[in-house]
């Protein structure tokens, strides 16, 4: 990316050699994530160090292609093979399987494969990676390594149980993602927002009770008793959309006891007026949910395979594009620019049309050059 908000250039860059405990992916599907539009749009200009902007292109899964020295299981100890499809955490992280040789990130530089918007990857050997179960299909996967982590853990952080009620704000990825989990783990009332019908429609099949469109209830007070009168007050706010507006209207929504869990405002810079008062009146609190740990990955494997038939996780991804494709791919995806549409976006390295079953994950390939950004 030369220049915020300017086109993606595709540069070839020489696959380097995978470090010991490390491996090299072939990139199978990579979703364009609501961090990477904010990141593209120059909302995070002021911290270009920031984790926001150092992970553009983030989102997505591999096919194993070569393997570092004395790399032979993932992090759950289970053999590891070229070919497997692997879900990799999105950043390096302590849990990993050796020490750190390599966390760098300068474009252009070694090891070049940084970014999931590219035909491959560089797995450094202190970054988890977990198989995939075969019976996984591909297109529920390019979601698991942020949207589906990050919304099941700002779920954990809000302290989920039996029977909790919970207002959603946002129905993309994450927002679909809470709204099945949190059913799953005993909430008795699941109320999402959204202001594209849509959308509302795809969380009802995610197992949504109430969806309220804030295009029709314009007043967030209104919205506020709306809730209120529904439930009496809820114990979960989740804020996923990125609106600072939000905080004051989701306390407001909140039983006494209840927390209000902020995911989508990871940039600096916006502020809101807001009474803390409201939080000693009934005993609620704010946290913040950033990103996930690595060992939920698994979890959320295994939540799948129980659930993948009954719920529409693949509709999550509502448009594909070919790798070559990225600027119209993150313009169609900018809710700025096309709002109604587009659920999230990913895009397909051109590699995966010409695999043959035969031939898994460019063992050949795997040794020439592929494209990055
Ligand atoms: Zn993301």
Same mark, same amino acid.
């Given at each position: 990316?030369?220049?915020?908000?300017?086109?993606?250039?595709?540069?070839?860059? %020489?696959?380097?050699?995978?470090?010991?405990?490390? *491996?090299?992916?072939?990139?199978?599907?990579?979703?364009?994530?609501?961090?990477?539009?904010?990141?593209?749009?120059?909302?995070?200009?002021?911290?270009?160090?920031?984790?926001?902007? #150092? $992970?553009?292109?983030?989102?997505?899964?591999?096919?194993?292609?070569?393997? !570092?020295?004395?790399?032979?299981?993932?992090?759950?100890?289970?053999?590891?093979?070229?070919? @497997?499809?692997?879900?990799?955490?999105?950043?390096?992280?302590?849990?990993?399987? #050796?020490?750190?040789?390599?966390?760098?990130?300068?474009? !252009?530089?070694?090891?070049?494969?940084?970014?999931?918007?590219? @035909?491959?990857?560089?797995?450094?050997? =202190?970054?988890?990676?977990?198989?995939?179960?075969?019976?996984?299909?591909?297109?529920?996967? +390019?979601?698991? =390594?942020?949207?589906?982590?990050?919304?099941?853990?700002?779920?954990?952080?809000?302290?989920?149980?039996?029977?909790?009620?919970?207002?959603?704000?946002?129905?993309?990825?994450?927002?679909?993602?809470?709204?099945?989990?949190?059913?799953? *783990?005993?909430?008795? /009332?699941?109320?999402?927002?959204?202001?594209?019908?849509?959308?509302?429609?795809?969380?009802?099949?995610?197992?949504?009770?109430?969806?309220?469109?804030?295009?029709?209830?314009?007043?967030? &007070?209104?919205?506020?008793?709306?809730?209120?009168?529904?439930?009496?007050?809820? @114990?979960?706010?989740?804020?996923?959309?990125? #609106?600072?507006?939000?905080?004051?209207?989701?306390?407001?929504?909140?039983? +006494?006891?209840?927390?209000?869990? &902020?995911?989508?405002?990871?940039? /600096?810079?916006?502020?809101?007026?807001?009474?803390?008062?409201?939080?000693?009146? $009934?005993?609620?609190?704010?946290?913040?949910?950033?990103?996930?740990?690595?060992?939920?990955?698994?979890?959320?494997? @295994?939540?799948?395979?129980?659930?993948?038939?009954?719920?529409?996780?693949?509709?999550?991804?509502?448009?594909?594009? !070919?790798?070559?494709?990225? =600027?119209?791919?993150?313009?169609?995806?900018?809710?700025? %620019?096309?709002?109604?549409?587009?659920?999230?976006?990913?895009?397909?390295?051109?590699?995966?049309?010409?695999?043959?079953?035969?031939?898994?994950? !460019?063992?050949? &390939?795997?040794? $020439?050059?592929?494209?990055? #950004?």
């Amino acid at each position: 990316m030369p220049g915020y908000g300017e086109p993606i250039e595709i540069r070839d860059y %020489q696959v380097p050699d995978p470090e010991p405990g490390g *491996m090299i992916l072939e990139i199978q599907q990579a979703a364009i994530c609501g961090s990477d539009l904010h990141v593209w749009r120059g909302d995070t200009a002021n911290e270009p160090e920031s984790a926001a902007a #150092l $992970g553009f292109g983030h989102e997505g899964f591999g096919r194993v292609c070569r393997l !570092g020295e004395g790399t032979t299981t993932d992090n759950a100890g289970r053999p590891l093979r070229i070919g @497997d499809r692997v879900i990799h955490h999105v950043l390096p992280a302590p849990l990993g399987r #050796l020490p750190n040789l390599s966390s760098r990130r300068v474009y !252009g530089e070694w090891p070049y494969f940084f970014s999931t918007f590219a @035909d491959y990857f560089y797995v450094s050997a =202190n970054r988890a990676v977990f198989r995939v179960p075969d019976e996984l299909p591909d297109d529920i996967l +390019p979601s698991v =390594n942020c949207a589906m982590g990050a919304a099941i853990n700002a779920l954990l952080r809000g302290g989920v149980a039996f029977g909790s009620r919970i207002v959603i704000f946002g129905a993309g990825g994450l927002g679909l993602t809470a709204t099945a989990a949190a059913k799953a *783990m005993g909430a008795t /009332t699941v109320i999402v927002t959204d202001r594209i019908e849509s959308r509302l429609q795809l969380a009802q099949q995610f197992g949504a009770d109430h969806v309220v469109n804030v295009g029709e209830i314009m007043a967030p &007070e209104d919205r506020v008793t709306a809730i209120r009168d529904l439930t009496g007050g809820v @114990d979960i706010v989740l804020e996923l959309v990125g #609106l600072a507006s939000l905080l004051p209207e989701g306390v407001a929504m909140l039983a +006494p006891g209840g927390t209000f869990v &902020e995911v989508g405002l990871f940039f /600096t810079g916006t502020s809101v007026a807001f009474d803390p008062s409201t939080l000693l009146r $009934g005993n609620k609190k704010i946290v913040g949910s950033p990103g996930y740990p690595p060992d939920l990955i698994p979890k959320i494997l @295994d939540f799948l395979i129980r659930s993948h038939r009954a719920i529409p996780f693949d509709r999550i991804i509502s448009h594909r594009f !070919g790798l070559e494709q990225i =600027n119209e791919a993150l313009k169609s995806a900018d809710w700025n %620019q096309s709002r109604p549409a587009v659920t999230r976006a990913v895009l397909i390295p051109q590699h995966r049309a010409t695999q043959s079953a035969e031939s898994p994950a !460019g063992t050949e &390939e795997g040794r $020439g050059h592929g494209r990055r #950004l």
